[in-house]
């Protein structure tokens, strides 16, 4: 079993920058990839980015050129750096990890998820 724990999420105006941070234990691999996603309430849970052990990645295309996500193997942590940030971002974000091979957009393809931290941007 593998724990997930995001932080990070907060209040920004817009145009600016947050990063938000998530922190893998329990049974970890350090091969796994892992994804961030978010949701906003009635909406279904929606693909932000992804990473593959190796530090490829993948993301959707509102968020290309402005987020980037990473991850700290040795810490068992993942990141996403978001800049630019827009009030069309405001939502829920979570941190997702999954056991099998290569990167993947679906929340199906995930086996574990965190409890999400909040992400608001003013105008």
Excluded: H
Aim: charged share 20%.
């Amino acid at each position: 079993q593998v724990q997930l724990v995001e932080s990070g999420g907060g209040l920004v105006q817009a145009g600016g920058s947050l990063r938000l941070s998530c922190a893998a234990s329990g049974r970890t691999s350090s091969n796994y990839p892992m994804g961030w996603f978010r949701q906003s309430p009635g909406k279904e849970r929606e693909f932000v980015a992804a990473i593959n052990w190796d530090g490829s990645t993948y993301y959707a295309d509102s968020v290309k050129d402005r987020f980037t996500i990473s991850r700290d193997n040795a810490k068992n942590t993942v990141y996403l750096q978001m800049n630019s940030l827009k009030p069309e971002d405001t939502t829920v974000y979570y941190c997702a990890a999954r056991r099998g091979f290569g990167l993947r957009v679906g929340e199906g393809d995930y086996d574990y998820w965190g409890q999400g931290t909040q992400v608001t941007v003013s105008s």
